[in-house]
């Protein structure tokens, strides 16, 4: 791996002159330099304050590095203004460890959170003078691989990969570490690729099933976690209690493609946390997973976390239920100022078609609690476009806010988002609502603005969302202009133009309407190739189960019949309670 000394120097001549210098000084407390034969970069496609709180990075990097042979450093794409002076100076994207240019190391790694980050991965490789295309790479050029929940239809950009990692990353990456460095020439790198389970190589394979772990082992939680220099999104250690989610929500994309179920236990949880707090110093930490409070030994977890002294801990709220309130009650979670629910929908007939499994009674069971447990604000999050939603479902959300408001709380304020149909959920068979539909259901809700504050997210964001999420091979070349057209960090609200994507859309011809429409289970889907274990009859059946207002239960209590565990040959890991 050849070095450049010269960025070092470079950065010292230009950190004044831009916004938060400190994003981009690297070399922080625990991160790690070693000398190893094969080099890897993780970039994070997104700002530093945002990357540096992804926990797959954190295990990957910590995985990666306990390797004899393979080191991994890190880099994040730039805010404009730095973008602007590393071009005027000549300075590349670059590793936060070394000071490397990312393209001198062999493996680059890319981590697909979020679709609209698509234009800015390019724009990471543009930077690093990466050749965009993977048809364009030499053999001296890195291999581009990428991983993440957006990996599970990767066809929007699989023009620019070299290869999709889908699913678990713990073993497959060394996995791929170990065939990238077999390879000698770069189409012999990706024939072995190929070769590996959950790998998709868009040159070689033509379908693929994701990767699993059947466990989740201590050697796989980081407790050596980097300290950034400046304020991020999430500045607070973090340990993964759980994986998977067995609640069956048919919006939920990752709550379908992350099954089964696997949990930490209890005491496993104690001991990562209190390593963290040894070396970090950290006096918060987040309990990270999909649904916190179904985590079998949860109390069991909360009092033994309670041993540690001067710390903190956090959940991410998930579902309206009175547990969740206690338990952050109970680990000192959140300020006495503000607690967060999620609804999702006004009425409960709305809520059974999505399989929420919360009750109107449930939510007003939890808003009570946290009232008498001193909470002054609550935070709820609603969706608007749900499959079967009528206008009275809608203005159900405004009463359901007047209602919570008048329970005593001081402040309230409510989220609204526009749904978007996901890959390999029950309801990407669904239509996606467009803009001026959008609009006009969130009028309806315009009289509540008297009592709480109302945060609706733009429509247009939405239905770009859902193309570069549900579209094909097609929407390559609307992600490449996009890029082109500096449409980067579109995810930003100060960054967005949805005039220019619609232009776009346009001039390549995408039909949107077409894309976001109703499907059948006949109609093929650009992520059919895709196996995430769980069976398209399945996906139907809950689609149909959902226009009956019918439930599922959550598969703790019975095989709902997904497929994953049969095809996997593994089961939901549930703690036994401590005794």
Same mark, same amino acid.
């Given at each position: 791996?050849?070095?450049?000394?010269?960025?070092?120097?470079?950065? &010292?001549?230009?950190?004044?002159?831009?916004?938060?210098?400190?994003?981009?000084?690297?070399?922080? +407390?625990?991160?790690? @330099?070693?000398?190893?034969?094969?080099?890897?970069?993780?970039?994070?496609?997104?700002? +530093?304050?945002?990357?540096? $709180?992804?926990?797959?990075?954190?295990?990957?990097?910590?995985?990666?590095?306990?390797?004899?042979?393979?080191?991994?450093?890190?880099?994040?794409?730039?805010?404009?203004?730095?973008?602007?002076?590393?071009?005027?100076?000549?300075?590349?994207?670059?590793?936060?460890?070394?000071?490397?240019? &990312?393209?001198?190391?062999?493996?680059?790694?890319?981590?697909?959170?979020?679709?609209?980050?698509?234009?800015?991965?390019?724009?990471?490789?543009?930077?690093?003078?990466?050749?965009?295309?993977?048809? %364009?790479?030499?053999?001296?050029?890195?291999?581009?691989?990428?991983?993440?929940?957006?990996?599970?239809?990767?066809?929007?950009?699989?023009?620019?990969?070299?290869?999709?990692?889908?699913?678990?990353?713990?073993?497959?990456?060394?996995?791929?570490?170990?065939?990238?460095?077999?390879?000698?020439?770069?189409?012999?790198?990706?024939?072995?690729?190929?070769?590996?389970?959950?790998?998709?190589?868009?040159?070689?394979?033509?379908?693929?099933?994701?990767?699993?772990? $059947?466990?989740?082992?201590?050697?796989?939680?980081?407790?050596?976690?980097?300290?950034?220099?400046?304020?991020?999104?999430?500045?607070?250690?973090?340990?993964?209690?759980?994986?998977?989610?067995?609640?069956?929500?048919?919006?939920?994309?990752?709550?379908?493609?992350? *099954?089964?179920?696997?949990?930490?236990?209890?005491?496993?949880?104690?001991?990562?946390?209190?390593?963290?707090?040894?070396?970090?110093?950290?006096?918060?930490?987040?309990?990270?997973?999909?649904?916190?409070?179904?985590?079998?030994?949860?109390?069991?977890?909360?009092?033994?976390?309670?041993?540690?002294?001067?710390?903190?801990?956090?959940?991410?709220?998930? *579902?309206?239920?009175?547990?969740?309130?206690?338990?952050?009650?109970?680990?000192?979670?959140?300020?006495?100022?503000?607690?967060?629910?999620?609804?999702?929908?006004?009425?409960? *007939?709305?809520?059974?078609?999505?399989?929420?499994?919360?009750?109107?009674?449930?939510?007003?069971?939890?808003?009570?609690?946290?009232?008498?447990?001193?909470?002054?604000?609550?935070?709820? +999050?609603?969706?608007?476009?749900?499959?079967?939603?009528?206008?009275?479902?809608? @203005?159900?959300?405004?009463?359901?806010?007047?209602?919570?408001?008048?329970?005593?709380?001081?402040?309230?304020?409510?989220?609204?988002?526009?749904?978007?149909?996901?890959?390999?959920?029950?309801?990407?068979?669904?239509?996606?609502?467009?803009?001026?539909?959008?609009?006009?259901?969130?009028?309806?809700?315009?009289?509540?603005?008297?009592?709480?504050?109302?945060?609706?997210?733009?429509?247009? @964001?939405?239905?770009?969302?859902?193309?570069?999420?549900?579209?094909?091979?097609?929407?390559?070349?609307?992600?490449?202009?996009?890029?082109?057209?500096?449409?980067?960090?579109?995810?930003?609200?100060?960054?967005?133009?949805?005039?220019?994507?619609?232009?776009?859309?346009?001039?390549?011809?995408?039909?949107?309407?077409?894309?976001?429409?109703?499907?059948?289970?006949?109609?093929?889907?650009?992520?059919?190739?895709?196996?995430?274990?769980?069976?398209?009859?399945?996906?139907?059946?809950? %689609?149909?189960?959902?226009?009956?207002?019918?439930?599922?239960?959550?598969?703790?209590?019975?095989?709902?019949?997904?497929?994953?565990?049969?095809?996997?040959?593994?089961?939901?890991?549930?703690?036994?309670?401590?005794?």
């Amino acid at each position: 791996m050849k070095k450049d000394s010269n960025v070092l120097k470079k950065l &010292v001549d230009i950190l004044d002159k831009v916004e938060k210098p400190s994003r981009y000084i690297g070399n922080e +407390y625990n991160s790690v @330099k070693k000398d190893a034969e094969l080099s890897m970069c993780l970039i994070f496609p997104d700002l +530093y304050d945002v990357g540096m $709180s992804h926990f797959g990075v954190k295990i990957l990097y910590d995985i990666v590095n306990k390797t004899d042979f393979a080191k991994c450093e890190r880099a994040y794409l730039p805010w404009p203004d730095m973008q602007k002076i590393m071009i005027d100076k000549g300075i590349p994207l670059y590793s936060y460890e070394t000071y490397t240019p &990312v393209k001198a190391f062999d493996v680059i790694g890319f981590t697909l959170q979020y679709e609209m980050s698509y234009p800015n991965v390019l724009r990471a490789l543009r930077l690093g003078d990466i050749p965009i295309k993977s048809a %364009h790479r030499s053999d001296e050029d890195p291999i581009v691989i990428a991983g993440g929940p957006c990996t599970f239809n990767p066809t929007p950009i699989e023009d620019f990969v070299d290869a999709f990692l889908i699913g678990d990353g713990e073993e497959a990456t060394t996995e791929m570490l170990v065939a990238i460095k077999k390879g000698r020439s770069r189409s012999e790198k990706l024939e072995f690729l190929s070769k590996i389970e959950g790998v998709y190589v868009p040159r070689y394979n033509n379908k693929v099933r994701k990767r699993i772990i $059947s466990e989740m082992k201590m050697d796989w939680a980081p407790v050596d976690q980097i300290i950034p220099y400046t304020e991020i999104v999430h500045d607070r250690g973090v340990v993964e209690i759980m994986r998977g989610c067995t609640n069956g929500c048919r919006f939920c994309q990752a709550g379908m493609i992350y *099954r089964p179920v696997r949990e930490r236990s209890a005491t496993e949880i104690y001991d990562v946390s209190k390593k963290i707090v040894e070396r970090t110093g950290y006096e918060e930490l987040g309990l990270l997973s999909l649904s916190s409070a179904d985590h079998s030994q949860i109390n069991d977890t909360v009092d033994l976390l309670k041993k540690i002294t001067d710390t903190s801990f956090s959940i991410p709220s998930t *579902r309206a239920n009175a547990l969740t309130v206690e338990i952050a009650e109970a680990i000192g979670t959140i300020r006495k100022s503000g607690i967060t629910i999620a609804p999702e929908a006004g009425t409960q *007939r709305l809520r059974n078609v999505i399989n929420k499994g919360i009750t109107e009674d449930d939510i007003f069971s939890a808003a009570k609690l946290a009232i008498e447990k001193g909470w002054k604000k609550i935070k709820l +999050y609603f969706m608007i476009g749900l499959p079967t939603e009528t206008d009275e479902d809608v @203005k159900a959300i405004g009463i359901l806010i007047d209602k919570i408001k008048r329970m005593g709380f001081h402040e309230i304020s409510a989220t609204i988002g526009v749904f978007v149909p996901k890959a390999h959920t029950p309801f990407q068979f669904e239509a996606q609502i467009m803009p001026d539909e959008a609009f006009r259901r969130f009028k309806l809700l315009n009289w509540t603005r008297r009592f709480a504050k109302l945060n609706f997210t733009d429509p247009y @964001k939405a239905i770009i969302e859902g193309v570069l999420s549900r579209g094909g091979k097609a929407i390559g070349e609307v992600v490449e202009e996009a890029e082109k057209q500096d449409l980067i960090f579109a995810d930003w609200d100060e960054m967005f133009n949805p005039g220019k994507w619609m232009k776009i859309f346009e001039d390549k011809k995408i039909d949107l309407q077409k894309i976001m429409s109703a499907k059948s289970f006949k109609d093929p889907f650009p992520w059919d190739f895709v196996d995430s274990g769980i069976s398209k009859g399945f996906l139907w059946s809950e %689609h149909l189960k959902s226009i009956k207002e019918r439930l599922t239960p959550d598969c703790r209590d019975g095989c709902t019949g997904c497929g994953v565990c049969q095809k996997f040959n593994v089961d939901n890991v549930i703690q036994e309670g401590i005794s």
